[in-house]
């Protein structure tokens, strides 16, 4: 090998250790520690809630046999469902025991049943149904004691329960 070609390796050694040496970091840059950081939580809708989630009770009081068939006995049921602060698509599912025909309640009284009316639309919301609807509409509901044709109703006290309940849609 001639003297020119060993000086230019030698040159060329020497450059690559001086810019080796510049773009090393300086000792005193040197990691002390480190700390992994994990960062977790849960997203979630805000619970749907229907009166604040408190009790309805309906009460008809003392009820005459020959004003049922006319529609008297009717109790308005305010239905005030929230899911956070905002409007939201939800769907509302009634549950109860059916009675002498598949759109009404049954109650304790033979012969005597409920039957709940939508107040936003008037239709009859049928027992262990669903409905689509929305935080923001009127969603309370009417129950309305209805009689069974050619049945002769005994008197005294009765009950019914009905379960409403709210899910995002």
């Given amino acids: 090998m001639s003297n ?13 250790i001086i ?12 990691e002390l520690g480190r700390a992994t950081v994990t960062i977790s939580g849960s997203v979630m809708k805000p619970t749907c809630k229907i009166n ?4 309805v009770d309906v009460s008809f009081d003392n009820v005459d046999t ?5 529609g008297h006995y009717k109790k308005l049921i ?13 769907l509302l599912t009634i549950k109860g025991a059916t009675g002498f025909s598949a759109d009404i309640v049954k109650t ?3 012969g005597l049943g409920i039957k709940v009316l939508r107040l936003k639309t008037g239709e009859v919301w ?11 509409y009127n969603n309370d509901v009417a129950a309305e004691l209805v009689a069974q044709p050619g049945i002769e109703l005994q008197a005294g006290g009765f009950t019914s329960t009905i379960t409403i309940s709210v899910a995002y849609n």
């Fill in 126 to 136: 049928k027992p262990n149904s669903s409905v689509k609807s929305h935080t923001s």
């Fill in 52 to 55: 604040s989630g408190g009790k």
């Fill in 108 to 110: 304790s009284v033979s």
């Fill in 78 to 90: 305010g239905l005030d469902v929230k899911c956070g602060t905002q409007d939201t698509s939800i």
């Fill in 4 to 16: 020119n070609l060993k000086l230019c390796v030698r040159l060329g050694i020497s450059s690559l």
């Fill in 19 to 30: 810019i080796l040496w510049l773009l090393a970091p300086p000792a005193w840059s040197a």
């Fill in 66 to 70: 020959s004003r049922i068939s006319d």
